[in-house]
């Protein structure tokens, strides 16, 4: 027994020690010991009064000016965005009126190039026409001439060969006055 007394005690030195000293403690955990609650309930009010003056008449004032400042700038930044919005919207409204003014004025001058454009080409088409029917007239009285060579000698052509034709028929030359009052009658006939 000896021997394992001395085994228990002490036998293995190298071994950790485990074992809580019965001196200290009563035994649970502190904060649950119930001959401290007294104290630790007067600790627990005191610091909640501290802690609710500190919060009140420090943090929460701070705070709410900075809400009430953040509130007022908030409202300044709208009343300035709207403003800007209403001076936007009408300088749009100008930018409109006078683009719709500028387009008016464009189509105006168009129209009135376009009528001088006009004026002039149709100026330009009756020179023209008056200069081609010169130049037509011209020529009629050219083919007019041209025709009227062209049907004398066309008589004199067909009472040429109508000479010429009696006399190989015939045998004998016609006569010229003959040859041409019949090509006269002929040429009145067709």
């Known amino acids: 027994m000896a021997s394992q007394g001395k085994a228990a005690s002490g036998g293995n030195a190298g071994a950790a020690h485990t074992e809580v000293p019965s001196g200290g403690h009563g035994g649970g955990f502190p ?3 119930k001959s401290t609650f007294a104290s630790q309930l007067f600790w627990l009010a005191i610091a909640f009064v501290a802690l609710y003056v500190i919060v009140s008449r420090i943090a929460l004032p701070r705070v709410g000016g900075l809400i009430e400042a953040r509130r007022d700038t908030i409202a300044k930044d709208l009343g300035d965005a709207q ?45 023209l026409e008056d200069r081609l029917a010169g130049k037509l007239a011209e ?17 004199t052509i067909a009472a040429d060969a109508a000479a010429a034709i009696v006399q190989r028929l015939t045998g004998v030359a016609a006569e010229g006055g ?9 040429i009145k006939g067709a």
């Not at 500028?102 to 020179?127: C, P, T, V």
């Not at 083919?143 to 049907?151: E, F």
């Open 83 to 127: 403003r800007l919005k209403d001076a936007a919207d009408q300088e749009l409204a100008t930018y409109e009126s006078e683009l719709a003014a500028a387009r008016a004025k464009a189509q105006a001058i168009g129209a009135e190039m376009r009528d001088k454009l006009q004026a002039q080409s149709d100026a330009e088409r009756k020179s």
């Open 178 to 186: 003959a040859v041409q009052a019949a090509v006269d009658a002929a």
């Open 139 to 155: 020529a009629e009285k050219t083919i007019a001439a041209t025709r009227q060579a062209a049907m004398g000698n066309v008589r």
């Open 31 to 33: 904060p649950f010991d």
